[in-house]
Each structure stands twice: as C-alpha cells, then as structure tokens.
C-alpha cells in the first residue's frame, strides 16, 4: 500500500481481555517496528522484525505481550490478560532497511484498558 | 547507554516568527543520523529533517534546518517563519550504524510546540 495501515484506528477493551492490533506495512519494506507511547511520553520501543524474524524482541515489557509477521508483510501485535498500565497509542513503522533512511510510521492504534 | 534528552516539554511561538527546539544525545559509537519527527494531533509521525552525523553541514528543509554539533552531542531544529499546521509535538531520534545495529530509533521524550495566530 502507499502507507503504513493500522488497525483499529480505536480500540477499548475490558481488563483481563486479549487484543490484537494489525499492522500492515509498506509494499517491499523488510524491516517492521512496533512501539509504544504513553500519554504525552515519547516512543518506547517494543519490538523490530526484519522479513519474518524477530532478531530483537527486548522492548516487550513481559510475557503478556508476543508478535509475529507473516509473508514478510502483515504483522500482529498480541496483548494477553490486559491491565491498564497498557493503555497506550501502539505505532507500527517499516522502513527498506539501512539505518540513515528512517521509517514511515502508520497513525497507531489507541488502546484503552478500562 | 544510548540516550536523547528534549530538555523543553513545551514551547510556544507567534506565528511567522522563529522557533529553535533542543535536543542532546549520548552514544560512543561515531557513526550514527540523527532524525526530527513531527507528531500532529492525528498522531501520524512525519519526518521533518535527517542528519547523517559524518556530514558537517547542517541539514536544511524549506523552513526547517538544524543546528548540528557533534562534539557537544547536540542537535537542535530551528523552523523559521512558524505557521499554524507547525503546532505538534516534536520527537529528536537517532540511530547508529554499526554491525549491531537493529535499525532501532532511540526517541526523546518529545516537545510540545503551539504556533499562536
């Protein structure tokens, strides 16, 4: 696609629930991020993908949370038994590879445990 | 450990006037590009300006341009003749390249920037 989509857009959910957000990035980007930003905090990093693999996972804040990317593409970030110190926006990022290119970030998701 | 410090949480400018945002960093590697992302209300991170840290010039972009000394660990965006689809908040990333390198963007904490009419 032209951008990086995310979805939902919104999501509330009840503590104790899992969630699932999507991201799917840009047509041919190898390299897949997510992170995580608490209210008005900057972007906490959770997770890089490059193709399918995950070579660094050391941004997941507990167990609780697992993602995988499929086909190279599409990718799911995973959220068992929610508290509410998970509410947060979850932005997704893709870029070609190459550390001095940047990533194209999709509009997150906003998570709401209540 | 690599860090970035956005010692401004908010800032305020009329509008056409000019605004310089702060940023410092800390890394020992030596080869690394520096990034401004602007975060909009919609929340979409767009990429102001970039800044490849071997490059002794400063980066320019229409109204947007850095102040870039590496010596001090210090990156600062000015924007010039400010307008009002400028309020947003700012983030000051950066990320290295080295064999270890995970491609992963080290963000500051952000500032908040109202362009006033």
């Known amino acids: 696609g032209a951008g990086v989509s995310q979805s939902p857009s919104n999501k509330v959910t009840e503590k104790g629930k899992d969630v699932e957000l999507r991201c799917d990035p840009i047509?041919?980007?190898?390299?897949l991020y997510w992170y995580r930003q608490s209210l008005g905090q900057g972007l906490e990093f959770l997770i890089y993908?490059?193709?399918?693999?995950?070579?660094?996972k050391s941004g997941l804040p507990s167990d609780r949370f697992s993602a995988e990317r499929t086909g190279g593409s599409v990718s799911t970030l995973t959220i068992q038994r929610t508290q509410q110190e998970d509410s947060a926006v979850y932005l997704c990022?893709?870029?070609?590879?190459?550390?001095?290119?940047?990533?194209?970030f999709g509009s997150g998701t906003r998570l709401t445990v209540v | 450990a690599q860090t970035v410090t956005q010692s401004q949480p908010e800032m305020s400018v009329q509008e056409a006037e000019t605004v310089t945002l702060s940023c410092t960093y800390d890394?020992?590697?030596?080869?690394?590009?520096l990034f401004w992302y602007k975060q909009p209300p919609s929340r979409q991170m767009i990429l102001v300006i970039r800044?490849?840290?071997?490059?002794?010039q400063n980066a320019t972009e229409n109204r947007f341009s850095v102040n870039f000394q590496k010596a001090a660990k210090s990156f600062s965006l000015k924007i010039s003749d400010s307008q009002l689809g400028d309020t947003a908040m700012y983030f000051c990333?950066?990320?290295?390249?080295?064999?270890?390198?995970?491609?992963?963007?080290?963000f500051g904490q952000g500032t908040t920037l109202q362009v006033k009419p």
């Open positions: 800044q490849e840290a071997y490059k002794q």
């Open positions: 993908f490059q193709g399918n693999s995950a070579p660094d």
């Open positions: 990022a893709s870029s070609l590879g190459g550390a001095g290119i940047g990533y194209t």
């Open positions: 890394t020992s590697e030596n080869n690394y590009y």
């Open positions: 047509s041919g980007h190898t390299a």
């Open positions: 990333a950066f990320i290295t390249h080295g064999s270890s390198n995970t491609g992963k963007l080290i």
